[in-house]
């Protein structure tokens, strides 16, 4: 069983759309969480960390659940420029960071 | 401010030819890692730094060295090159901390035939 599994999509939604992805994870001490984002054939970037009890930037809103182990991204209003590949990781032990295969996003006008 | 460097960008070896990919961080990190992505796969790790002269193995060390002799560099060494080492391979630096950032270098593209 992998780490941290994340479902590959991908998802295509319209512009404006609501967009949810899930991402679920091992090990239950696990302390940090993250969703970064990578475009095609660049490095990963952080989007933004996941604290207990939910945090939202703009457009994003992360959330966590440790009792089930999962974490989750929403994107309200999508944009063209949302396209990527989102990458869930987990800091499962003391600095060592755990990534989900991604799920990728295309947003069509 | 450079950020993380690595180099080369793009790398064609020969199976059973070694060689080093370099990774140089002027952020004053403590911690340094590096990471392949293969196709269809999140990034795995390879081995960590949590400071000069501190190395540990990731999910997928074997086949590869590092080493960390000052806080800015943590090269990573390929012994003997195989097929199956063919990747992108990723440096990323933080500072201490569970929240902290981890930053990405641009990537070195590795081909092995």
């Known amino acids: 069983r992998k780490e941290v599994e994340q479902d590959p999509g991908p998802f295509n939604v319209p512009e404006g759309a609501t967009v949810a992805f899930n991402c679920t994870y091992s090990n239950s001490a696990s302390q940090s969480f993250f969703w970064y984002r990578q475009d095609c054939r660049k490095e990963p970037k952080l989007l933004m960390s996941?604290?207990?009890s939910g945090n939202e930037d703009g457009r994003f809103t992360a959330q966590l659940n440790r009792a089930s182990q999962y974490i989750s991204l929403l994107i309200r209003d999508s944009k063209l420029s949302d396209s990527a590949t989102y990458l869930c990781?987990?800091?499962?032990?003391?600095?060592?960071?755990?990534f989900g295969s991604g799920t990728k996003l295309n947003v069509k006008p | 401010n450079a950020g993380v460097t690595q180099t080369p960008k793009f790398q064609v070896l020969k199976t059973g030819q070694s060689m080093t990919l370099q990774c140089a961080q002027d952020?004053?990190?403590?911690?340094m890692s590096w990471y392949r992505q293969d196709p269809g796969m999140g990034l795995r790790l390879i081995h960590y730094s949590v400071g000069a002269g501190i190395t540990d193995q990731g999910e997928v060390p074997n086949g590869y060295n590092v080493s960390r002799s000052t806080t800015e560099d943590f090269p990573l060494r390929l012994l003997s090159a195989a097929p199956s080492q063919t990747s992108v391979y990723f440096c990323?630096?933080?500072?201490?901390?569970?929240?902290?950032?981890?930053?990405f270098g641009p990537g070195t593209r590795l081909l092995v035939l």
């Open positions: 952020m004053n990190h403590e911690y």
């Open positions: 996941v604290y207990s």
């Open positions: 990323a630096s933080s500072s201490a901390g569970e929240q902290e950032t981890q930053y």
């Open positions: 990781v987990v800091n499962m032990d003391f600095n060592k960071f755990y």
